[in-house]
C-alpha cells in the first residue's frame, strides 16, 4: 500500500467519476474525457448494471437514451459462428500504437486505461484514434458459442466520431507480460483513477501476432447501446495466466453483456 501511494501521482474520488461511470456509460465504449454536460443531467439516474432490476435485460427501460438496448437491431456482442463468416481478402488492419503514461480506472464497469493521442488504426481508408482500451469476463464475443474467459476492447474514434472497437479473446495460459505490468496498480475500488507516475504502458504489447479478424456492424455493448459501431474482433487470441484472470475478477465480477442476435447480419473474416 506504502509503496503503491509513492507511485500514484494523484488519484481522483470525485463525483465526476461517478458521471463518467453511471451518468455518461456511452463513455466506456467511447471517450471519457468528452462527456457532454447536457447528456449528463438527462441520464443522470440511469444506473445500470450486469444483474438484477439494472441489469441488461433491463437497460432499454432504464432511461429513454437507453432504447436501443432493447429495440436496436444491430447489437453487440454476438456470436461469431467461425463456418459461417464470409471469408474475404479483406484490407489489412492497420494498427500503430506508441507507448504512453499510464491511467487507469476502475469505473464500476470494467477497468479502463486512457490513451492520448498515442494510438492510430487505419482500414478501409479511415483513420481512427485509440481513446481506451477495457476489459470484460468473461469475454463478450462467442466464438461457435464459447466464451474466453476475458475479452480485450481498445475502442477507437474517427474525426467524425465514429467508433471502431478491436476485441481481443484472451484465453487462459502463459502469464502476461503487460497485464502483469498493468495488473500491478489494478484499482480495487471504483471510481478511482491512478495516473501512475514513470510508468508506461504499450497497447500494442496487448495485440496477437495476426490482426486477422472477424468483422461486421454492431454497438457499444453498454447503455447506451448505440449502434454504427464498426466491430473487428481479432480471430487470434492472446493469453493471460489463471491468476491474472482471477485478479481481474476479484475487482470486477461479470461485466459481459449477452449475446445479441445478429437479425440477418453478416460477419466477414479476412483470411
Ligand atoms: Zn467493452
Redesign the pocket.
Known amino acids: 500500500m506504502i509503496e503503491m501511494a509513492k507511485t500514484m501521482k494523484y488519484v481522483w474520488f470525485l463525483p465526476a467519476l461517478v458521471c463518467v461511470s453511471i451518468a455518461c456509460p456511452s463513455r ?2 467511447s471517450n471519457t474525457r468528452a462527456a457532454s454536460p447536457v447528456a449528463s443531467a438527462t441520464v443522470a439516474k440511469a444506473e445500470w448494471s450486469y444483474g438484477g432490476e439494472t441489469g441488461p435485460e433491463h437497460w432499454g427501460d432504464l432511461s429513454p437514451s437507453y432504447v436501443l438496448a432493447k429495440t436496436g437491431r444491430q447489437q453487440s456482442p454476438v456470436d461469431i459462428v467461425a463456418s459461417r463468416a464470409i471469408r474475404k481478402d479483406l484490407a489489412a488492419l492497420n494498427a500503430r500504437y506508441d507507448a504512453t503514461s499510464l491511467e487507469i480506472l476502475n469505473n464500476g464497469h ?1 477497468v479502463e486505461v486512457d490513451y492520448h493521442g498515442r494510438g492510430v488504426i487505419a482500414v478501409d481508408g479511415r483513420e481512427y484514434e485509440l481513446a481506451q482500451f ?3 469476463s468473461p469475454s ?1 464475443h462467442t466464438i461457435d458459442g464459447e466464451h474466453a474467459p476475458m ?1 480485450l ?1 481498445l ?1 477507437h474514434t474517427d474525426a467524425g466520431g465514429h467508433l471502431a ?1 478491436i476485441g481481443v479473446l484472451i484465453r487462459e495460459g502463459r502469464p502476461h507480460p503487460e497485464l502483469a505490468l498493468l495488473w500491478r496498480h489494478l484499482p480495487a475500488a471504483p471510481f478511482r483513477k491512478e495516473a501512475v507516475e514513470g510508468v508506461q504502458v504499450d497497447a500494442s504489447n496487448l495485440l496477437p501476432g495476426s490482426l486477422a479478424s472477424y468483422r461486421y456492424s454492431g454497438s ?3 447503455p447506451p447501446c448505440s449502434e454504427g459501431v464498426s466491430w473487428f474482433v481479432l480471430q487470434a487470441p492472446i493469453e493471460a495466466s489463471a491468476g491474472q484472470i482471477a485478479a481481474f475478477r476479484e475487482v470486477i465480477h461479470g461485466n459481459n453483456r449477452p449475446i445479441q442476435p445478429l437479425n440477418g447480419r453478416t460477419i466477414t473474416a479476412s483470411r
Open positions: 466506456q465504449e470494467t477495457h476489459f470484460h463478450e475479452e476492447h475502442v472497437v457499444l455493448t453498454t
